[in-house]
């Protein structure tokens, strides 16, 4: 379940959220920490939802400054007026919880313990005297310092279900974005999502209609097949609308989100057994290699790895950054025999550049960096040379540097007049969707191919390889349109 926080300030302004709410909703939290006189009965009786009051003290990351008394007077008055929940924190004073207790009615109470600096060492001392104490729902937010924290957690929620007691619990900040995903997919109560961006009760609070509709977390269980990206930064990545709207397309029951890791051993070592598949992204293609306990031939030849697969409990590693690359090249002309200028020593150069190898085609390598050119032309087996130095004598000009990329749109990584009819112009950066580089070509005549045709085929064969089914490519390609021009 989908629970919203409702963080206004005004009893008008509180109605009003909870009517945009329960679009969303499937339980409403009054944070009457948030009002100045909160007309309870006004509140619950504005929705036909269920409803938790929750008045949360400022050393547990409320606004309520007031005495313990007039607190737990308040969630008092909240079970008079009906409220389905009330949650109180553990740090409440003894006597004021049995008070509480005996005033419940139908009200179901929440027993809350929140730690906004760190997952404690002694999380599993807090969770059992949390048991012993007999409330009906236990609620633990701890922040996460690392991806691995969340693991911790999960292990939490595993043992109350063992325990066959309800529990809410996952992890707050950047870092733990992930258990407000999963942790109800593992057995959690429920998930807290905002109202909107800017309405968020905590740290690392994920929107309820990007829960709902794009991680689908009330409609998935423990059988759910978990995929992700595994990167840092990976805030600005698309493959979480890519491959979860794909994902519905085929009626699947699948997830992919963002893994923000930071040591790389420690998170595949923690995470192996939850997942079933994952993209790879900056600066782990290389690492991950040593981690692998298979590798396809390509991507060995490469030195890089872009998607994860777990078979048998092995993890196997690929390159569809090189297939895709491919893919869109000869879609738009033959590449045996061809002479191929590429801009760019990185890693996308250094799998694009083998593919093409692989097909036939003769390769020329340019970088700023000439000893990085130089590196990537001995391994791959062919030439560098400069732009001057080719001037137009090539069939194929591919781009894999970021120059041109948002937000430097007005530049160019080549010259214009060096470009001829027919050529074929490939630009690997797909942020603004037409470079000034495919613009020029495209006035002079040349065969474009834009970065978006590489992104999506690499993703289409990741889908591809983790389902065994046919990617929704059209799909997958609409998504990506909407998302850079939005």
């Not at 995929?227 to 699947?252: A, D, Q």
């Not at 150069?349 to 692989?358: D, L, N, T, V």
Request: proline share 4%; hydrophobic share 40%.
């Amino acid at each position: 379940m989908i629970c919203v926080p409702i963080t206004s300030k005004t009893i008008e302004e509180a109605v009003e959220e909870i009517k945009k709410a329960e679009n969303v909703a499937d339980i409403i939290e009054l944070r009457v920490d948030y009002l100045k006189n909160p007309d309870l009965e006004v509140l619950i009786n504005a929705t036909q939802k269920q409803v938790i009051v929750t008045c949360r003290k400022k050393s547990e990351g409320g606004l309520y400054d007031g005495d313990e008394k007039g607190r737990v007077a308040l969630l008092l008055n909240a079970i008079a007026a009906g409220a389905d929940y009330v949650d109180i924190e553990l740090s409440t004073p003894e006597p004021l919880l049995e008070e509480l207790i005996k005033k419940k009615a139908e009200t179901r109470f929440i027993l809350s313990y929140h730690n906004f600096q760190q997952v404690p060492e002694d999380l599993q001392v807090t969770f059992d005297r949390m048991l012993q104490k007999g409330f009906e729902i236990i609620k633990i937010a701890v922040m996460a310092n690392s991806i691995e924290d969340n693991l911790k957690i999960f292990d939490i929620i595993k043992q109350a279900k063992d325990k066959k007691s309800d529990i809410i619990a996952f992890c707050m900040g950047e870092h733990g974005e992930i258990s407000r995903i999963l942790s109800p997919i593992f057995g959690s109560h429920l998930t807290f999502g905002s109202l909107s961006r800017g309405k968020e009760s905590a740290p690392g609070q994920i929107p309820a209609d990007i829960l709902k509709n794009i991680y689908r977390v009330n409609e998935l269980n423990s059988n759910t097949n978990i995929y992700g990206l595994i990167g840092n930064p990976v805030k600005e990545s698309m493959g979480y609308l890519i491959h979860n709207r794909s994902f519905v397309k085929k009626e699947l029951e699948n997830i992919y989100l963002p893994f923000l890791v930071e040591d790389l051993p420690s998170f595949v070592s923690g995470y192996r057994t939850y997942l079933k598949g994952m993209s790879v992204t900056m600066p782990f293609k290389e690492q991950v290699i040593p981690l692998l306990d298979e590798i396809d031939e390509t991507a060995k030849k490469i030195g890089a790895v872009n998607t994860l697969q777990i078979r048998d409990g092995k993890l196997f590693g690929c390159n569809t950054d090189c297939s895709g690359a491919v893919k869109a090249l000869e879609e738009k002309t033959e590449l045996n025999g061809k002479k191929v200028f590429m801009i760019g020593a990185g890693g996308a150069a250094r799998a694009i550049g083998f593919g093409i190898m692989e097909k036939g085609a003769s390769l020329y390598i340019f970088d700023l960096d000439t000893q990085k050119a130089d590196s990537l032309a001995a391994d791959l087996g062919c030439r560098t040379m400069s732009a001057e130095s080719i001037g137009s004598d090539f069939d194929i000009l591919i781009n894999c540097s970021p120059v041109g990329m948002h937000p430097n749109v007005e530049k160019t990584p080549f010259s214009k007049e060096r470009l001829k009819k027919g050529m074929v112009v490939f630009d690997a950066v797909y942020n603004p969707l037409k470079t000034r580089l495919l613009r020029e070509a495209e006035e002079i005549g040349c065969v474009t191919i834009p970065g978006i045709e590489l992104f999506v085929n690499q993703a289409v064969d990741q889908f591809e390889l983790w389902t065994g089914e046919k990617a929704p490519k059209d799909l997958m390609k609409e998504i990506v349109l909407e998302r850079l021009k939005s």
